[in-house]
């Protein structure tokens, strides 16, 4: 363990970033100045994957440093329970802890903001709390139905996405927001601090400020794009290569504007003289999908898009650079944190969990192969078949869309274990986007990572049980269900 690095952390997540479309992994548009010029000073990251392809899997395995299936935050149970979390082991060493965030996926509901003693996920969709006050009062008393508590999850991801749309544009307030707090914070920290932002600009839909678009996105209205991912993929809507485009430069302009506050947030830091007595993270908790398998988003899939991240790293002990070759993985920023706070953990099993200042692994993964999971998607695969109903199309059963997915991976090959479709495997050392599908070769490596998500699967509790997504709709109140069928979750 390290213990005489920088004492202060900023954890930085950019919720939904793809790495192709940032300037430091090679993007050919100047969307992440900022991050560049962080990366002369950082480690940057080629092969981190995240553990879960959307909010609360990732940030529940990098807050406790366990796969999804150990600490239980998926789809099927949207909260982290029973854990303690990295927020907690500082703040019980005496740290000063905040979170500032508008993913309204990461509250005191879902536990996933336990132990950050200030906190604030902006969750304000019209003035006077005109939406945000039924939403949580609804949110609260749903959940009191254990049977119902999957599918409750889908009132936050209509929060989000109606969160995002009336506070973007020109008046956007939430970025600004919590680079403003997050400043304020740190100016008040008395001790050391850990200080976790989540940016949510990158997340659909994209409405960029006006500026942004008018150097990424001229002439685009985000108005006239489909942003509507569900009649996408539901087979009702197609986008052909010049509304991908568009799409695409919305996308880079969020990025931009994340990027730009993002850089006045490490200048502040600077200014004030603490930038060399604070260890930096940034990194994205999952990707987005644009079409890539005919799919639309973040949903019912872990192709490389949504699991190979960005990540960069600034820390004394390690070594600014590109790093092409070795595998890491975002559950190993719990025991890195750990590890340049000089903290131990708190009341936790976990012991052998990699660090990026050490080398320990679990055993059942060898240190060379990384994991990422995605659980039954009760929300996803519901709304999914309400939009298709509206529009007269009909999902099959046993597609990708209800099947539960589990990936193993290492820099060169990659297996997809489905579960209602037949496996993939991807060289993809050679096939990035992972558009051959080799699963009938004879190829060592691959059969090497089928091996390894063989093991990792035994070690986190062997296949899949059976699961039933009415179970979750039974036994609820009347005004329970009548809410859930306003926002189309059960009819």
Known sequence: MSTGGPQNVLFVVLDTVRKDHLTVYGHDRPTTPNLDAFAEEARIYEEAVAQGPWTVPSHGSMFTGTYPSEHGATQENPYLEGEQTLAQSLAGAGYDTACYTSNAWITPYTHLSDGF??????????????????????????????????????????????????ESGDGDSKTPRAIERTKSFIDDAEGPFFSFVNLMDGHLPYHPPEEYREEFAPGVDPDEVCQDTKLYNAGAYEIDDDEWADIRALYDAEIAYMDHHLGELFDWLKETGRWEETTVIVCADHGELFGEHDVYSHEFALYEPLINVPLLVKHPEI????DEETQVELLDL??????????????????????????????????????????????????????????????????????????????????????????????????????????DDDDPAIEAVEAALSRFEEGVGGEWSAVDAEDVLEDVGEEAREQLDALGYVE
């Open 117 to 166: 003693d200030h906190q604030d996920n902006f969750f304000k969709l019209l003035p006077g709390d005109f939406l945000s006050g039924p939403l949580a009062r609804g949110w609260k008393a749903l959940n009191d139905y254990d049977a119902l508590r999957k599918a409750v999850a889908g009132l936050i991801n209509v929060g989000n996405y109606f969160h995002k749309y009336f």
């Open 319 to 322: 070594e600014p650079g590109r």
């Open 334 to 439: 719990y025991h890195t944190i750990l590890d340049a706070t000089g903290v131990d953990p708190l009341g936790t099993s976990v012991e052998s969990t990699r660090s990026l200042l050490s080398a320990d692994y679990r055993e059942f993964t060898d240190g060379e192969f990384s994991f990422a999971e995605y659980h039954f998607p009760v929300i996803e695969y519901r709304n999914l078949q309400t939009k298709a109903s509206s529009v007269g199309v009909e999902i099959p059963e046993n597609s990708r869309f209800d099947s539960r997915i589990r990936a193993g991976r290492r820099p060169d090959a990659k297996y997809i274990r489905n579960e209602c479709i037949p496996d993939e495997a991807y060289r993809i050392d050679g096939d990035p986007y992972e558009e051959s599908n080799v699963i």
